[in-house]
């Protein structure tokens, strides 16, 4: 069993929409592995981050890829830290990756001032710019095809997206 396709990108790319139309359109289940640390949790991402830390927040995170790609066989939305996990980059390797890619200035107009998103705290544009620079690389490592989504709805790079895995 494993996932029809593994979306992975920095925050604002579209992650979860994109996942929720591909679901729909291929009518399969969805899972987003933010979600899953939060219910097994039962506390937001922030509030693990605030009382536990980072490093604490991504164990679960790599636990939770690790059980979904064993497990789930539908449409998965990995958070944008995921791919950090050396394990996790090993784990990927032979599934459907698709980088969902969004520019700097499309990524600030999407996340807005960041509230509920830890990583942000601070200057929003800054901290942004500085996940993509660190990010794009690994996030292109791992995927098997990458989709723009600047100045593009959802609707269309979910289009895109099917049309590359038919």
């Known amino acids: 069993m494993a996932p029809r396709v593994v979306l992975v990108g920095p925050m604002g790319a579209g992650k979860t929409t994109v996942a929720g139309l591909l679901g729909e359109a291929w009518d399969l289940p969805v899972r987003d592995t933010d979600a899953d640390v939060e219910a097994a949790e039962g506390r937001t991402i922030s509030d ?5 830390g980072e490093a604490h927040f991504r164990t679960l995170e790599a636990k939770a890829v690790a059980d979904a790609l064993a497990s ?8 944008g830290g995921a791919v950090l ?20 200035s499309e990524a600030v107009k ?22 993509l620079d660190e990010r ?19 609707e269309d790079v979910a289009a895109e997206v099917r049309e590359r895995l038919s």
Not at 48 to 52: G, K, M, S
Not at 72 to 79: N, S
Not at 85 to 104: C, S
Request: proline residues 5%; negative net charge.
């Open 136 to 154: 794009t690389p690994v996030y292109e490592s791992v995927a098997a095809h990458v989709v723009e989504t600047d100045a593009r709805s959802p």
């Open 85 to 104: 996990d050396p394990a996790t980059r090993a784990l990927l390797e032979g599934h459907e990756v698709v980088f969902l890619r969004v520019g700097l």
């Open 110 to 131: 999407r996340v807005g001032l960041g509230a509920g998103r830890p990583l942000l705290l601070g200057g929003v544009r800054a901290r942004i710019k500085a996940l």
């Open 48 to 52: 693990i981050f605030v009382d536990d």
């Open 72 to 79: 789930h066989d539908g449409v998965l939305a990995l958070g």
